[in-house]
């Protein structure tokens, strides 16, 4: 699984492992979350949008059942 580091007052980074349609996100506070059924689509236009904190409050926070990892630091 690829990390994608993103420009983001609220994300860190973002993750989204081919034909699974999850989508991991991390966190500023380094807390690692699974989006489940989040189809491609959102996933590119999160990486399109400008303000990616908020287009992922308005288009996957509430949308899709998300599972808590606990914290992680992702080697660089």
Not at 1 to 7: F, I, P, S, T
Not at 43 to 72: C, M, P, T, V
């Amino acid at each position: 699984m690829v990390w994608m580091e993103v420009e983001s007052s609220v994300l860190s980074a973002v993750a989204y492992p081919q034909n699974e349609d999850l989508l991991f996100v991390e966190f500023r506070s380094k807390e690692i979350y699974c989006y489940r059924e989040v189809p491609p689509e959102r996933y590119e236009e999160l990486l399109r949008a400008d303000s990616k904190g908020s287009y992922f409050n308005s288009h996957i926070r509430n949308d899709f059942r998300d599972l808590h990892l606990g914290l992680y630091r992702k080697a660089t």
